[in-house]
Protein backbone atom coordinates (compact mmCIF):
# COMPACT_ATOMS: atom_id res chain seq x y z
CA UNK A 1 0.00 0.00 0.00
CA UNK A 2 1.22 3.41 -1.03
CA UNK A 3 1.10 6.50 1.26
CA UNK A 4 0.45 9.96 -0.10
CA UNK A 5 3.26 12.99 -0.18
CA UNK A 6 1.14 14.36 2.68
CA UNK A 7 1.16 11.08 4.62
CA UNK A 8 5.09 11.01 4.45
CA UNK A 9 5.25 14.73 5.33
CA UNK A 10 3.24 14.48 8.43
CA UNK A 11 5.62 11.20 9.25
CA UNK A 12 8.71 13.41 9.16
CA UNK A 13 7.14 16.07 11.44
CA UNK A 14 6.21 14.10 13.49
CA UNK A 15 9.15 12.22 13.73
CA UNK A 16 11.02 15.26 14.04
CA UNK A 17 9.11 16.86 17.21
CA UNK A 18 9.82 13.65 18.76
CA UNK A 19 13.58 13.77 18.56
CA UNK A 20 12.89 17.20 19.70
CA UNK A 21 10.76 16.02 22.82
CA UNK A 22 13.22 13.68 23.43
CA UNK A 23 16.46 15.70 23.53
CA UNK A 24 14.34 18.15 25.57
CA UNK A 25 13.95 14.96 27.85
CA UNK A 26 17.48 14.40 27.87
CA UNK A 27 18.24 17.75 29.01
CA UNK A 28 16.28 17.72 31.70
CA UNK A 29 17.15 14.26 32.81
CA UNK A 30 21.13 15.94 32.44
CA UNK A 31 20.04 18.85 35.08
CA UNK A 32 18.40 16.57 37.31
CA UNK A 33 21.37 14.00 37.52
CA UNK A 34 23.87 16.79 38.15
CA UNK A 35 21.20 18.57 40.53
CA UNK A 36 21.19 15.35 42.44
CA UNK A 37 25.42 14.86 42.48
CA UNK A 38 25.69 18.71 43.72
CA UNK A 39 23.23 17.66 46.60
CA UNK A 40 24.63 14.72 47.65
CA UNK A 41 28.37 16.27 47.52
CA UNK A 42 28.88 14.66 44.64
CA UNK A 43 31.90 15.15 41.18
CA UNK A 44 30.24 13.91 38.25
CA UNK A 45 31.96 12.55 35.14
CA UNK A 46 29.65 11.23 33.01
CA UNK A 47 26.38 9.18 33.07
CA UNK A 48 24.58 7.38 31.14
CA UNK A 49 20.72 5.37 31.28
CA UNK A 50 20.89 2.28 32.42
CA UNK A 51 19.28 0.56 29.50
CA UNK A 52 22.63 0.16 27.86
CA UNK A 53 24.11 -3.02 26.64
CA UNK A 54 27.46 -2.07 28.32
CA UNK A 55 29.24 0.54 30.85
CA UNK A 56 30.28 2.64 27.78
CA UNK A 57 29.68 6.46 28.10
CA UNK A 58 27.33 6.15 24.70
CA UNK A 59 24.79 3.13 25.78
CA UNK A 60 21.61 4.01 26.56
CA UNK A 61 18.74 5.67 25.86
CA UNK A 62 15.46 7.42 27.26
CA UNK A 63 12.67 4.74 26.62
CA UNK A 64 9.51 6.51 27.32
CA UNK A 65 7.49 3.44 27.78
CA UNK A 66 10.57 1.86 30.00
CA UNK A 67 10.81 4.81 32.47
CA UNK A 68 7.27 6.11 32.48
CA UNK A 69 7.43 5.70 36.13
CA UNK A 70 11.34 6.01 36.99
CA UNK A 71 14.64 6.96 35.23
CA UNK A 72 16.75 4.43 35.61
CA UNK A 73 20.86 5.73 35.04
CA UNK A 74 24.08 4.92 35.68
CA UNK A 75 26.44 7.63 37.41
CA UNK A 76 30.42 7.52 37.31
CA UNK A 77 32.29 10.13 39.23
CA UNK A 78 35.20 11.80 38.64
CA UNK A 79 37.44 10.12 41.22
CA UNK A 80 35.75 6.84 42.61
CA UNK A 81 34.10 5.15 39.48
CA UNK A 82 30.67 4.44 39.92
CA UNK A 83 28.64 6.63 42.22
CA UNK A 84 25.75 4.81 44.61
CA UNK A 85 24.11 5.64 47.51
CA UNK A 86 22.06 8.86 47.39
CA UNK A 87 19.49 7.59 49.38
CA UNK A 88 16.36 9.20 49.75
CA UNK A 89 12.45 8.73 51.15
CA UNK A 90 10.16 10.03 48.13
CA UNK A 91 6.34 9.63 48.69
CA UNK A 92 7.20 7.19 51.42
CA UNK A 93 9.19 4.84 49.28
CA UNK A 94 13.16 4.48 49.60
CA UNK A 95 15.46 5.30 46.01
CA UNK A 96 18.70 5.76 45.82
CA UNK A 97 18.65 8.48 43.41
CA UNK A 98 21.95 7.39 41.63
CA UNK A 99 20.25 4.28 40.36
CA UNK A 100 17.14 5.75 39.57
CA UNK A 101 14.52 8.93 39.65
CA UNK A 102 11.04 8.57 40.07
CA UNK A 103 10.06 10.49 36.72
CA UNK A 104 8.13 13.37 38.17
CA UNK A 105 11.23 15.02 38.25
CA UNK A 106 11.00 15.71 34.92
CA UNK A 107 8.10 17.99 35.03
CA UNK A 108 8.25 19.39 38.97
CA UNK A 109 10.76 21.21 40.94
CA UNK A 110 12.51 18.00 43.26
CA UNK A 111 15.02 19.80 44.98
CA UNK A 112 13.39 21.06 47.88
CA UNK A 113 11.58 17.45 48.35
CA UNK A 114 15.00 15.23 47.60
CA UNK A 115 16.61 17.79 50.04
CA UNK A 116 13.87 16.27 52.66
CA UNK A 117 13.59 13.34 51.94
CA UNK A 118 17.43 12.59 52.56
CA UNK A 119 17.45 14.40 56.13
CA UNK A 120 14.52 11.53 56.70
CA UNK A 121 16.58 9.17 55.16
CA UNK A 122 19.75 9.83 57.56
CA UNK A 123 17.43 10.15 60.43
CA UNK A 124 15.78 6.27 60.05
CA UNK A 125 19.01 5.21 59.06
CA UNK A 126 20.60 6.99 62.51
CA UNK A 127 17.28 5.27 64.44
CA UNK A 128 18.23 1.84 62.83
CA UNK A 129 21.74 2.14 63.66
CA UNK A 130 20.70 2.94 67.44
CA UNK A 131 18.23 -0.28 67.58
CA UNK A 132 20.88 -2.57 66.03
CA UNK A 133 23.36 -1.34 68.95
CA UNK A 134 20.96 -2.20 71.15
CA UNK A 135 20.09 -5.49 69.68
CA UNK A 136 23.96 -6.21 69.83
CA UNK A 137 23.88 -5.17 73.25
CA UNK A 138 21.12 -6.85 74.51
CA UNK A 139 22.27 -10.28 73.22
CA UNK A 140 25.87 -9.62 74.70
CA UNK A 141 24.09 -9.40 77.94
CA UNK A 142 22.08 -12.45 77.36
CA UNK A 143 25.19 -14.76 76.45
CA UNK A 144 27.00 -13.16 79.48
CA UNK A 145 23.70 -14.33 81.77
CA UNK A 146 23.94 -17.84 79.77
CA UNK A 147 27.50 -18.10 80.38
CA UNK A 148 27.66 -16.78 83.85
CA UNK A 149 24.44 -19.48 84.99
CA UNK A 150 26.43 -21.96 83.49
CA UNK A 151 29.92 -21.31 85.72
CA UNK A 152 28.01 -21.24 88.53
CA UNK A 153 26.93 -24.75 88.04
CA UNK A 154 30.61 -25.58 87.72
CA UNK A 155 32.68 -26.48 90.58
CA UNK A 156 36.36 -24.69 90.73
CA UNK A 157 38.07 -28.11 89.33
CA UNK A 158 35.66 -27.85 86.87
CA UNK A 159 36.12 -24.25 86.01
CA UNK A 160 40.04 -24.91 86.14
CA UNK A 161 39.65 -27.70 84.07
CA UNK A 162 38.05 -25.78 81.02
CA UNK A 163 40.47 -22.98 81.79
CA UNK A 164 37.67 -20.73 82.87
CA UNK A 165 37.63 -18.18 85.40
Not at 25 to 52: A, M, P, Q
Not at 93 to 99: S, Y
Not at 106 to 116: I, K, P, S
Not at 147 to 164: H, N, P, R, V, Y
Amino acid sequence: MKITHEQFQEALQVQRKAYALIDSVDTRCDEIVRKLCNIYGKKLSWWIYSNGAGEDKGDGFFDVDEYKNAVETKLHGKTNGWINDFDCIIDGDTWDLAQSFPSKFLYEDFEAEVVEGKKLHEKMEEKRKVRDHQKRAKKKLRQEEVLQAAKSKLSKEELKALGIR
